[in-house]
């Protein structure tokens, strides 16, 4: 039982640690694409319109994405070189750490301190879930209607849907790191 006391802090910061994990990204793209080509932008709506989101999480997703678009010099349009469009999906992640431990060693014995050569430990079970989003940004090429890049995000989402600026910040934070990755720079040979 001692040992479960001093353990639980360590346990608990871990978790707290690993909730704060950034986005793992992930991007793709067309290398036939020429990317510099691209100047203006507008968003797939009947894309869009099919992520299982609720409508306020997409416009925060979307303003986000303008944000970033914008900051790269390209300019919205009704006449768009790329359409952006979104998909998401959220996992719920379930952990059982199952912990048996057993050893050699002295300890108190059934008749008071003496060598036993079995000592036993407890066995303890953690279960923590967590949900893990991932968003999905693609870039279209109107001209080919093609898919031409494409980025991955994922990560914790934020549990406490009560507070909506930390919810505002992690949607933000995943779409900065996902478009980090454009426009892609090409392998070095």
Do not use: H
């Amino acid at each position: 039982m001692k040992k479960l006391k001093l353990l639980l802090p360590v346990v608990a910061l871990l978790l707290f640690v690993t909730s704060c994990i950034s986005v793992r990204v992930v991007a793709d793209y067309d290398q036939e694409a020429d990317f510099k080509s691209y100047k203006t932008f507008a968003f797939y709506k009947t894309g869009i319109d099919k992520a299982e989101i609720s409508d306020l999480d997409k416009k925060r997703i979307l303003r986000s994405i303008e944000k970033e678009m914008l900051a790269r010099g390209f300019v919205k349009s009704d006449n768009p070189d790329i359409l952006v469009n979104i998909m998401t999906k959220a996992n719920k992640r379930i952990n059982v750490n199952n912990n048996f431990g057993w050893g050699w060693g002295g300890g108190l014995g059934f008749g008071g301190w003496g060598w036993n050569p079995w000592i036993w430990g407890g066995n303890s079970a953690w279960v923590t879930s967590r949900v893990e989003g991932v968003l999905y940004i693609d870039l279209i090429d109107t001209k080919k209607k093609e898919l031409v890049w494409q980025g991955r995000g994922a990560g914790n989402l934020i549990g406490d849907r009560g507070n909506i600026e930390k919810k505002e910040a992690r949607i933000q934070e995943f779409v900065e790191e996902i478009m980090k990755e454009y426009p892609p720079v090409a392998d070095a040979q």
